[in-house]
């Protein structure tokens, strides 16, 4: 037939993606509630505890001289200190709630066995159990860190880090006060038990945290990506800045690790050592540290750190002015506590606000921060107990706490003013450059 008869035209839809029209969309994960990471923070907070309070109080009793108690909390946090070390392990293969798991329950086995020492004969058996175990336990800080940058928004960071310290020495340290209960009447191995447990079992409820299975990648990439990321964090200026204030010895809170080892100094009942340094305190703690973070959540949360660290150096001077009674050291020591449990929300909140938006590499960028202040700790303990050592050598021998305490106010006070005159440095050279004198930006 001539003409032939023009073709029709079918207008349809164009599919860009056909594949993706019909693929299922990706199952929705539960939101993981922020107070749930203060019961997961138990298993560390019990183990922090068990070196603040216990282990002191252990090694006092079986009458180990004041230098290797001071020695060994020392060590103990150091371990902290340099957890960065082999924090990449939970970067690794597994999901971090699985790495956390086995690190509470091998932690847990440490410690149990590490009471079941006689002392003093075997005091090195039970320093280096104690010591081993906190390596594992101190992973499962790092997991939980990591899963906090990748599952919490920034403007929840700061009730979350509430929360974590709320678990951490709250918590951690009302399970000080069971431990400390449970010394005055019963064996070192009942004692064990006790730790042990109150340190493996909240750790299962880890299994109610919804975390996507990890990328499988191989090793050289996953560690070349780490070492971007971490790279990036540090080469900015809050990074590397945060690093140096976690450095620091501002709001470390050290003096309250030696509490219990110079209670008879003040001539304590055991009773009000075990409620001072646990029930009390443990309320205290846990209470300060949640009005902490949400506070972290409305102001500058470095600023808020140097202020509880210029409030700690206040209530160890004051402390350590009073007289040497019963009532200095609970007063004291409560009122210290209260001002931990800010610090250690602050520290946490700006934390994960210098971590920001971490990925895979979550937990050690989390880890690289939280060793640095674990260091501090460390080096400010055997720091106040140099400071004590010379009180006793010019003052008294009875008055030695003091300078545990006149110590750490001084250290406090001193890394409160470097850091500032550093900040204070950097923002005239910064307003020093053509076209940024009138930018502004965070300390």
């Not at 069971?178 to 070192?188: D, I, P, R």
Request: aromatic share 10%; charged share 10%.
């Amino acid at each position: 037939m001539w003409p032939p008869t023009p073709p029709v035209e079918y207008r349809c839809r164009p599919v860009e993606h056909p594949v993706a029209d019909f693929a299922p969309p990706p199952p929705a994960r539960r939101r993981t509630p922020v107070w749930l990471f203060a019961l997961l923070q138990i298993p560390y907070g019990v183990s922090g505890a068990f070196t603040a309070a216990t282990i002191g109080r252990i090694l006092k009793l079986a009458h180990v001289d004041s230098a290797t108690i001071e020695s060994t909390i020392a060590a103990s946090v150091l371990v902290a200190g340099i957890q960065f070390l082999w924090a990449p392990t939970v970067d690794v293969r597994l999901r971090r709630r699985s790495w956390y798991l086995i690190m509470a329950w091998t932690g847990a086995a440490l410690l149990g066995a590490a009471m079941m020492m006689p002392l003093p004969s075997r005091v090195g058996a039970f320093i280096a159990l104690t010591l081993a175990a906190q390596v594992a336990i101190c992973l499962t800080s790092a997991c939980l860190g990591g899963l906090i940058v990748t599952t919490v928004p920034d403007e929840q960071r700061g009730r979350a880090s509430g929360f974590f310290n709320f678990g951490n020495i709250g918590v951690g340290t009302l399970a000080g006060g069971v431990s400390l209960q449970l010394l005055e009447a019963h064996s070192l191995p009942v004692v064990g038990i006790a730790v042990a447990a109150l340190t493996a079992l909240p750790s299962l409820l880890v299994l109610f945290v919804d975390e996507p299975a990890p990328p499988r990648r191989t090793a050289r990439e996953l560690f070349g990506t780490m070492a971007r990321e971490v790279w990036a964090t540090l080469r900015q200026r809050r990074g590397w800045s945060g690093v140096l204030l976690c450095l620091s010895p501002v709001g470390t809170a050290a003096a309250g690790q030696l509490f219990t080892s110079f209670a008879d100094a003040y001539g304590v009942s055991d009773r009000w050592v075990t409620l001072t340094n646990g029930y009390l305190g443990g309320a205290i703690q846990g209470g300060a540290c949640l009005v902490g973070g949400l506070l972290c959540d409305r102001v500058n949360r470095r600023v808020a750190y140097l202020a509880a660290g210029v409030a700690t150096a206040i209530c160890a001077t004051a402390m350590a002015l009073g007289p040497m009674t019963q009532t200095t050291y609970v007063v004291g020591a409560l009122v210290y506590m209260l001002v931990t449990g800010f610090c250690y929300a602050a520290f946490t909140a700006f934390v994960l606000e210098v971590v920001g938006p971490a990925g895979a590499t979550a937990s050690t960028q989390y880890t690289l921060f939280s060793s640095a202040g674990n260091f501090a700790i460390s080096y400010v303990i055997k720091c106040e107990g140099w400071g004590r050592q010379a009180w006793q050598a010019h003052a008294s021998a009875a008055t030695g706490p003091r300078g545990i305490l006149f110590a750490d106010a001084a250290l406090n006070l001193v890394g409160v003013a470097v850091f500032v005159g550093v900040l204070s440095v950097l923002r005239r050279e910064r307003s020093a450059i053509p076209g940024r004198a009138s930018a502004s930006s965070a300390p």
